[in-house]
T-cell receptor
Framework: DVKVTQSSRYLVKRTGEKVFLECVQD?????MFWYRQDPGLGLRLIYF???????EKGDIPEGYSVSREKKERFSLILESASTNQTSMYLC????????????????FGPGTRLTVL | DQQVKQNSPSLSVQEGRISILNCDYT??????FLWYKKYPAEGPTFLIS?????DKNEDGRFTVFLNKSAKHLSLHIVPSQPGDSAVYFC?????????????FGTGTRLKVLA
């Protein structure tokens, strides 16, 4: 079974703090994604990465950065947390199109509920 | 600009009846679609998919229908069970994107009443 783990289930931070959210997958997936989920807005893509050290902006990258130094690990960084970044953060991974046998779903971690005070 | 829309934020159904969840999209380049189920405080789990070369895909109690001309897909759950109570998201992607980047809808909360 694919396993995607996230470093914390719940996190409380103060405005202005630097926040690191870590995600690790154990299935040798090339693609990794960071989303946030907010009521009424669904899942919105923040950043994604299709290879080590590669990253692309998603739909809402402002206020965030990412790091992918190893294939299995994808980190989301809030440089200076703000209250409007209070949200559920979800990490996901998937196989590269070059390796898929037709199943193209993304596998999600359990999520990190971040509260910024 | 919401490219994938789930216009019903919530739905209540009696146990044993059919649940129908709807999803509309605007981008004609989308040709692969997924449905996910999400319980509170958990990540979404994959349910069923369909590509644009098909108009129907079944997996047990779950069937997804795709109407390309109407840019509409629906998820049917028959029979509905209390354990199906969750938020359901549809997602769409252009197959040729290469990165399997998906656009998600806003979700529909299904409540199955015992």
């Amino acid at each position: 079974d694919v396993k995607v783990t996230q470093s914390s289930r719940y996190l409380v931070k103060r405005t202005g703090e630097k926040v690191f959210l870590e995600c690790v997958q154990d299935m040798d997936h090339e693609n990794m994604f960071w989303y946030r989920q907010d009521p009424g807005l669904g899942l919105r893509l923040i950043y994604f990465s299709y290879d080590v050290k590669m990253k692309e902006k998603g739909d809402i990258p402002e206020g965030y950065s990412v790091s992918r130094e190893k294939k299995e690990r994808f980190s989301l960084i809030l440089e200076s947390a703000s209250t409007n970044q209070t949200s559920m953060y979800l990490c996901a991974s998937s196989l590269s199109v070059l390796r898929t046998s037709g199943r193209m779903e993304q596998f999600f971690g359990p999520g990190t509920r971040l509260t910024v005070l | 600009d919401q490219q994938v829309k789930q216009n019903s934020p919530s739905l209540s159904v009696q146990e044993g009846r059919i649940s129908i969840l709807n999803c509309d999209y605007t981008n004609s380049m989308f040709d692969y679609f997924l449905w996910y189920k999400k319980y509170p405080a958990e990540g979404p789990t994959f349910l069923i998919s369909i590509s644009s070369i098909k108009d129907k895909n079944e997996d047990g109690r779950f069937t997804v229908f795709l109407n390309k001309s109407a840019k509409h897909l629906s998820l049917h759950i028959v029979p509905s069970q209390p354990g199906d109570s969750a938020v359901y998201f549809c997602a769409a992607s252009p197959y040729t994107s290469g990165t399997y980047k998906y656009i998600f809808g806003t979700g529909t909360r299904l409540k199955v009443l015992a």
